[in-house]
């Protein structure tokens, strides 16, 4: 068969200095899924941008059924037929479906647009791909796969022929991958073609029919689904084979350390972010919250940070009430807080490695009031050396160093302080969103060391993986309750999980 | 001592309505440039340059309509340079807006001074004012006979609130316009011009700030220093408080009308009270209504939350 996309020599560089891309070729077959996969910094997204016609390449050229393609902007993108959905959406929580679907080419009718029309557009757009939707309901309202329905079908009614998805599966539950993956087949048989972008390994060889590995900007490897091998693909995508880990789960836990009452937070609108969160986090054990994003997670953890205090209920640490107390109290009593956003809550993108790294110890290393500087970039490399943090210059923003290495030094921080041997608690909250293979293992393991010093762990993760391979017990989150404790330790499959993590969907589907 | 019915009388009904026309045309202006994502910092500083523009072209032409037509005109330039300043070269707008009523300001001052030679006022003395329209059946309704006699600008004020209200919520360009105000990023990637769209946000605002001036200057038949009073801050606070509606922003224009249209009967009803106290009432009340709207809106959790 022809080559449908063919891209040739891509290169590209951001800010004159991070190589994203090293001269990419590759050619993506008609009516195929072609998967691309890699590590997080391998240059995927930064291929399906340039592809998508949101980037421009610094050289290469592609070509495009046969015609050369050189898009300038989304829009040209468009016009060939080539559409993608963002691994952030693009969409506007206060418009309704339909309107954020037609955003752009609206039907109109005597200089109003006409949204009867676009409502009906819509309802046949959603039966006909089997993604069902309400087109009058407002985005907020919705989940994330129904969020990720809507951008779908907004490329769909643009006709395109080329469809890029950028990680679609980070933010589904395993029953809406599923949906996704039945939605992505119908494309198929229509003959479209799909670049599916994925680091999960398991759900590309579910899905694709040719998978392109890459690694540190260059493509290190191309093979057909049915002679790849999951062993191979991570050899590839790592660049050297890793040992196996294997699972240790938790002791015997101890007594109840971290302990939450009827925690409830609501909005402004009185609408419920967090509804009567009672649970309590043992000495020597991990216990660990699933559900799907946007579900109370960020409530639960800013909560527990001290960053918002809850509208109703109670937060006890070893016995006492923290509710109100500040970060820096509570931190003093022995808890530690690593938040899901690193950029926004943990970490000053702007300052210095060196300033994010001390903001924890600097007032025991300064003398009145006056920064020790020496010893406390003494502190500083010696608290690197143990988190494996590799920062080439302590002086530069901490911006510039990769989203795993930035996540190290905020553990380090955080948890690698003279004074953690007192630490009750840790409230970690997707720790390995971003961060590469290595640098997950690093994180897991350091959290089992923790909870087998007797540490009580809150992990909060929206990656199922992650919950399943170190929660001794699991709880899930939906709608901002606790809907159920299961048993973790390999006692509770990832369906099952799912299966709570749905359960509005089901009650929809049943009414 | 005065009787509250000789505070609150038809004449002060009718005080209001004429009060709150520019704080309503330039709330609406604030309204559609908040949907579109910018802080219009810059609605003082286009109102007096409308109201000097209108004197200008009235005075030189004896021609009210090319009076408003030069107050558009001004204001609208004057809004795209501040637009340019903020939106392309990407200054800081709150720094732009303050230097475009700076600008305004101090050059109007100037000019008045260049071609009249007085100080801080320009007037024409040929130049016509414009006058009240009777409103036929409702003036002679006794208790809806405040409503007739405003100028064409009065209830042309009015009318626009139903058109801004259709336009936004309604059409085409007002969807795109909220969308770009609520997601630029998501806006550029469904392929819409943020820059065209704001832009044109902006011009609108300049045009009704040009429009609010002319109704400032032209009823009054000159031009004064400072006759905005800042009622291009109330202008902009109004339409925050309005919460993005056109008929919000019309509510709190209102109130803001009412606010000056008492303060300015006290004077005369109630001589005891410092003139000082009544003058600052409008702006007390503007910035209590700041208050409590932030107050019932971030009432929620701790300090950080943003």
Redesign the interface.
């Known amino acids: 068969m022809a080559p449908y996309l063919v891209c040739e020599g891509l290169s590209k560089t951001y800010g004159g200095t991070l190589r994203a891309l090293h001269g990419v070729s590759l050619s993506v077959e008609r009516g195929k899924v072609h998967a691309f996969i890699g590590e997080n910094g391998a240059g995927k997204s930064t291929l399906a941008k340039i592809i998508g016609g949101?980037v421009a390449p610094d050289a290469g050229s592609m070509s495009f059924d046969g015609k050369p393609y050189a898009p300038g902007?989304?829009?040209d993108a468009?016009a060939h037929g080539i559409g993608m959905v963002?691994q952030h959406?693009?969409?506007?929580?206060?418009?309704t479906v339909a309107?954020n679907i037609v955003?752009?080419d609206?039907p109109?009718r005597l200089?109003?647009?006409d949204i009867a029309r676009a409502v009906e557009e819509v309802r046949a757009l959603s039966e006909e791909y089997g993604m069902p939707l309400d087109p009058r309901r407002r985005l907020h309202d919705l989940s994330v796969g129904e969020q990720q329905r809507v951008e779908i079908l907004k490329e769909l009614r643009r006709d395109v022929e080329l469809l890029i998805l950028d990680e679609p599966t980070a933010v589904l539950t395993p029953q809406e991958v599923e949906r996704l993956f039945k939605g992505i087949r119908r494309l198929i048989r229509e003959n479209r073609t799909v670049i599916f972008i994925a680091h999960k390994l398991e759900e590309v060889l579910a899905i694709a029919d040719e998978i392109t590995v890459m690694r540190k900007g260059r493509v290190v490897g191309h093979r057909d689904r049915a002679e790849a091998t999951k062993e191979e693909l991570v050899q590839l995508m790592v660049g050297e084979s890793l040992p196996v880990h294997e699972r240790r789960y938790g002791a015997e836990p101890g007594g109840e350390k971290l302990v939450t009452r009827e925690l409830t937070?609501?909005?402004?609108r009185g609408r419920p972010e967090l509804d009567g969160i009672t649970l309590s986090v043992n000495a020597g054990e991990i216990l660990g919250l699933a559900g799907v994003e946007g579900n109370g997670q960020q409530a639960l953890e800013q909560v527990l940070g001290g960053?918002?205090?809850p509208t109703t209920g109670s937060v006890v640490l070893n016995g006492a009430a923290i509710t109100r107390a500040s970060p820096a109290r509570r931190r003093r009593l022995g808890l530690a807080y690593v938040p899901a956003d690193r950029l926004e809550w943990g970490c000053a993108p702007q300052a210095s490695v060196f300033e994010n790294a001390m903001t924890q110890c600097y007032r025991r290393e300064s003398t009145a009031g006056i920064l020790r500087r020496r010893r406390l970039r003494q502190v500083v490399r010696s608290m690197f050396k143990r988190f494996d943090v590799r920062a080439p210059d302590l002086d530069s923003p901490i911006s510039s160093l990769s989203g795993g290495n930035i996540q190290k030094l905020i553990l380090a921080r955080e948890l690698g302080s003279e004074r953690s041997e007192r630490l009750e608690a840790i409230v970690i909250s997707n720790p390995s969103r971003g961060i590469d293979i290595r640098g997950v293992q690093f994180v897991h393991d350091l959290l089992a060391g923790y909870r087998d010093a007797g540490c009580a762990i809150l992990l909060i993760s929206t990656d199922l993986d992650e919950i399943l391979a170190l929660s001794d017990r699991i709880g899930v989150l939906y709608t901002g309750r606790l809907v159920a404790m299961l048993p973790g330790q390999g006692r509770t499959s990832k369906t099952e999980l799912g299966r709570y993590m749905l359960q509005g969907d089901d009650k929809e589907r049943a009414a | 001592m005065s009787s509250l019915a000789e505070v609150f009388n038809l004449q002060l009904l009718f005080d209001v309505l004429r009060m709150t026309t520019p704080i309503l045309l330039l709330a609406l202006g604030g309204m559609i440039t908040d949907r579109a994502g910018v802080l219009n910092i810059a609605l003082e500083g286009l109102l007096v340059f409308g109201a000097f523009a209108a004197v200008v072209g009235t005075g030189m032409t004896g021609n009210l309509l090319v009076g408003v037509v030069a107050a558009l005109v001004g204001s609208g330039l004057l809004s795209l340079a501040f637009a340019w300043f903020a939106l392309y070269l990407r200054g800081n707008i709150f720094i732009v807006g303050l230097a475009t009523n700076a600008f305004a300001a101090a050059v109007t001052t100037y000019a008045s001074w260049l071609i009249s030679g007085r100080e801080g006022s320009l007037s024409y003395p040929q130049a016509p004012t414009i006058g009240p329209i009777s409103v036929p059946l409702v003036k002679d309704a006794h208790f809806l006979s405040f409503l007739s006699g405003h100028t064409v600008i009065d209830y042309t004020a009015w009318a626009l609130v139903l058109v801004v209200s259709f336009v936004v919520f309604?059409?085409?360009m007002?969807?795109?316009l909220?969308?770009v105000g609520?997601?630029p990023?998501?806006?550029?990637?469904?392929?819409?011009s943020v820059r065209r769209i704001r832009y044109l946000a902006v011009l609108a605002s300049g045009l009704l700030a040009g429009l609010a001036g002319a109704q400032l200057s032209l009823t009054l038949g000159g031009f004064v220093q400072n006759m905005s009073a800042g009622r291009g801050w109330i202008g902009l606070v109004a339409s925050i408080v309005g919460s993005g509606t056109a008929f919000g922003s019309a509510a709190a224009s209102l109130l803001f009308g009412a606010t000056e249209g008492v303060a300015n009967s006290l004077q005369i009803t109630a001589p005891k009270v410092p003139a000082q106290l009544l003058f600052a009432l409008p702006y007390v009340i503007t910035l209590a209504a700041l208050v409590f709207y932030s107050a019932t809106?971030?009432r929620?959790?701790?300090v950080?939350?943003t």
């Open positions: 949101m902007k989304p829009r468009h963002h959406f693009t969409l506007f929580p206060a418009l309107e955003l752009g609206e109109t200089g109003q647009v937070i609501r909005d402004e960053l918002i205090t | 309604r059409t085409r007002g969807l795109r909220r969308a609520q997601e990023l998501a806006a550029r990637a469904v392929g819409l809106r971030s929620k959790k701790g950080l939350d």
